[in-house]
């Protein structure tokens, strides 16, 4: 470190001395805090721009020498400048604020849902028998049931009994469909068989696990992961990709004006490349992305049953090859899910367990109303007791209403809570680590989706198996997400330096969403913090263990995963929530895992330039690189340094510069 950063302080003076004989530039910042992210970390007064590239970072002495009759200059008001930011791990043709019928992640209960839907009806002017799509549902608050709409299928009947509903999960995971949505499932010989107890136990008894039922055994309207596929329902990262073509530039224009100049679009099919390529041949992409391709292996599987990898990959070199060398477009990586999500809903009749895969079997909460009339944990199921071995043992003697409703009066809980789980992967463990060694024998860089402890286990075994099979440990593999992290797989993320895409602003307490996960993975009584955020349980150490991994030896970027939660890609209420672990006005989450200041800006630049591997490119203002940086309205580094981290979400962009071009300014303030 002591010679970078000597060598980093020479350089600066040598640049200093060269200044004076330098042709003139064409804009000069002066009278500003320029962080530059440099290997020293260090700031400049300064910083001099031509034709696009960076020509100077330094004192003002040095800059003025590069003022010429047509040079642009601007005071920077003593203002922080740093390197246009980098989002890792995003979903930007999402983002964009249309005209559509959303929650926008607001809770609803369920009669006040329909009530918002039918006006959507009138307001859209929704044929009979069209589908109504509903966006940003918040699937982990609000969706209180009532006698009227004990659940989300009769709820969404009530409020349109005459076209099929799909509520989109503001995760991208998550869905809620009715009856007439519900009915078009088909199976895997494209028969509309519809979703119900029947079929689930027979043609779609894959997808079990992903479908809510009710204490019937009929679905109950929630339908998550791929089990939403058989239905012919809107995707949600697709559902206003024909409207978004109308106005693409929108898109750029939202990421500029938060401070992104670069980024990764984390769920890239071949159709949605014509995005791309219209706002780059109308010269409106001012940023720079690497489209992380996705393909589901098991779509090539040959008729003996095995996956045609090099099929798959054909496709993927193709588009790989057409963006080669492309200063704006890349498409270097592979996106593999290990998992889909954690959430289990504490609502339903039994409640539906997490979805994601975990090294230990989930817990069988018991809800019920407490005093306050909130939801709690009354108790939990002794899955290993006579009674639920001898569920487990005769599934067939419950599987009449009057059958379920005996046992539940008898013994206060479901009989399909005997279930023993613990979730599963996304696809077969071994196709994941097929995917992950072919994908990497073919020079991509892996991006994998890991949310549960196994699902994170699986995704450090198929990168590691990856890297063995080629002997490259240099591409920049990273794991996106990492809610539950065990220790063991701590010390193999940093023995491997591998890239971690972290969405800060999850790592924090939230009393609905915690009712969602923690029960089922530590035994709980009442709904308060402490009850919650026990500081030794599992779960609480596990929980984003940002600081750890970093520790270990993981390089941390940064991810909004915008649109999921809010459209918003918010760096600076990410970069605030990595500091404090808390929402405000409530205690934070982990608190020993919380990061500095310079952590997450390093996350938010250079960090998240490796990971798109073109460090030497931009993610510092340096010397050669692209005029990437924006100002802001307030000092970031100062506020996490003082002690008031809780400040710096409220940041704003005044002015972003991409290729030494002012691509956005903020309006003055009236």
Request: aromatic share 8%.
């Amino acid at each position: 470190m002591k010679k970078r950063l000597i060598a980093a302080l020479l350089g600066a003076s040598m640049l200093a001395s060269a200044a004076h004989a330098a042709a003139p530039a064409d804009y000069v910042l002066q009278n500003a805090r320029i962080y530059t992210e440099d290997a020293a970390r260090s700031t400049a007064q300064a910083m001099a721009v031509s034709g696009g590239k960076i020509v100077y970072v330094g004192d003002a002495a040095g800059a003025k020498a590069l003022i010429g009759p047509n040079t642009r200059v601007e005071d920077g008001a003593g203002r922080l400048v740093l390197p246009g930011l980098v989002d890792a791990h995003i979903h930007p043709t999402g983002i964009a604020d249309l005209d559509v019928c959303s929650f926008e992640s607001k809770p609803y209960s369920l009669d006040a849902m329909a009530g918002f839907i039918q006006a959507c009806i009138k307001r859209y002017d929704i044929k009979p028998g069209q589908w109504i799509t509903v966006q940003q549902w918040n699937f982990s608050a609000g969706n209180e049931p009532s006698a009227q709409a004990p659940d989300l299928r009769r709820a969404l009947d009530r409020a349109a009994p005459n076209n099929p509903v799909a509520l989109l999960g503001n995760d991208g995971h998550h869905g809620a469909f009715n009856s007439l949505g519900l009915a078009r499932a088909k199976n895997a010989k494209g028969q509309v068989v519809g979703y119900s107890r029947a079929t689930i136990a027979s043609d779609f008894k894959d997808f079990a696990k992903l479908i809510g039922v009710d204490a019937a055994g009929e679905p109950n309207g929630t339908v998550n992961e791929d089990a939403r596929d058989v239905i012919d329902a809107p995707n949600l990262l697709l559902v206003n990709f024909q409207a978004l073509m109308k106005t693409p530039q929108l898109v750029p224009e939202r990421l500029n004006s938060v401070g992104i100049t670069a980024m990764q679009d984390a769920y890239v099919v071949p159709e949605m490349q014509v995005f791309y390529d219209t706002l780059a041949a109308q010269g409106k992409l001012t940023v720079r992305v690497n489209l992380m391709q996705f393909y589901l292996p098991e779509e090539f599987r040959a008729a003996d049953g095995h996956i045609e990898y090099d099929r798959l990959l054909t496709g993927a070199k193709q588009i790989r090859a057409k963006y080669a060398g492309d200063d704006l477009i890349r498409s270097e990586a592979i996106k593999i899910f290990a998992d889909g999500v954690l959430e289990g809903n504490p609502y339903a009749v039994p409640p539906t367990l997490p979805d994601s895969p975990s090294l230990k079997p989930y817990l069988q909460p018991i809800f019920g109303k407490g005093a306050d009339g909130k939801l709690v944990v009354k108790g939990y199921v002794d899955t290993a007791s006579s009674l639920c071995q001898g569920v487990r043992a005769h599934p067939d003697q419950y599987e009449s209403a009057e059958a379920v409703a005996a046992f539940m009066k008898a013994n206060g809980y479901h009989p399909g809570q005997c279930a023993i789980s613990s979730g599963k992967l996304q696809h077969d463990r071994q196709v994941i680590l097929d995917y992950a060694k072919a994908a990497h024998l073919a020079g991509f860089t892996l991006h994998i989706h890991a949310i549960g402890d196994a699902a994170v286990r699986t995704a450090v075994d198929a990168i590691e198996g990856a890297r063995a099979a080629d002997g490259n440990d240099k591409t920049p593999d990273t794991i996106a997400h990492l809610q539950v992290v065990s220790p063991e797989d701590i010390a193999r993320i940093g023995k491997d330096h591998l890239y971690l895409a972290y969405t800060y602003s999850w790592a924090n307490a939230d009393p609905e969403y915690d009712l969602t996960v923690v029960p089922f993975f530590e035994h709980v009584s009442g709904n308060s913090y402490a009850d919650y955020h026990k500081p030794d349980s599992y779960y609480e150490k596990a929980f984003y263990p940002t600081k750890s991994t970093k520790a270990a030896g993981a390089i941390l970027a940064a991810g909004s995963d915008a649109p999921v939660n809010t459209r918003d890609p918010q760096p600076f209420v990410n970069m605030q929530l990595g500091l404090t672990r808390a929402e405000p006005g409530l205690p934070p989450a982990t608190p020993s895992e919380r990061l500095t200041v310079r952590d997450v800006v390093d996350a938010y630049t250079i960090h998240g330039a490796q990971a798109m591997g073109r460090a030497d490119e931009y993610g510092s203002l340096e010397v050669g690189k692209s005029a990437d940086f924006i100002l802001l309205d307030q000092d970031i580094l100062a506020l996490g340094d003082a002690g008031h981290a809780d400040q710096i979400g409220k940041t704003k962009v005044l002015e972003t510069w991409f290729k030494g071009q002012k691509v956005y300014a903020a309006k003055p303030q009236s």
